[in-house]
């Protein structure tokens, strides 16, 4: 789905950051074209400043977004949740990063949080990046108690895994 979406903004890189950055932030566009999270707009000179591209650019991806059903259904359902990933160290949480070899297989996060349940470690979070949005998905897991080491090599281990790291 993702190669198709940016498949339409084939001939413009600039309008491909936006659609990006709207993706990557979970941020929604309007019946009139605005960009928003949840019902607080975001200024597109905010977002055109964020990705170093002119306000025009924010224009005209949005309203390309509108013209076309397909994008308009998605980018108009479109939402973020909260991570606590960034907020972990303030809250003396552990932050556990899976990257992933097979992202679409079924299975990796009932597989890692019966690992983590064995381990007695209480999930707190658990966020995975889209592998139809991400080149490189990963599987973040928040808890709030050290990882032992034997978790990390039983993580390690897995044939879905391709590196772990925790902070």
Do not use: W
Not at 56 to 76: E, G, K, P, Y
Not at 128 to 142: A, G, K, N, Q, V
């Amino acid at each position: 789905m993702f190669d198709e979406i940016m498949g339409k903004f084939a001939g413009s890189p600039s309008q491909q950051a936006v659609i990006r950055l709207l993706l990557e932030r979970g941020f929604s566009v309007t019946d009139e074209g605005r960009v928003v999270s949840g019902g607080i707009e975001i200024p597109n000179t905010g977002i055109a400043r964020e990705i170093d591209v002119d306000r025009r650019v924010v224009d005209a991806t949005t309203s390309t977004i509108l013209a076309d059903d397909q994008l308009r259904a998605i980018f108009m359902n479109i939402s973020s949740i909260p991570s606590l990933m960034d907020l972990a160290p303030l809250l003396d949480l552990q932050v556990i990063t899976i990257e992933v070899a097979a992202a679409g297989a079924p299975g990796i996060i009932a597989t890692v949080s019966d690992l983590l349940a064995d381990a007695e470690l209480s999930i707190r979070q658990i966020v995975s990046d889209d592998p139809e949005f991400s080149d490189e998905p990963r599987l973040y897991i928040i808890t709030d108690a050290p990882v032992p080491g034997s978790l990390l090599r039983s993580l390690v281990d897995l044939e879905f895994t391709r590196q772990v790291s925790v902070t």
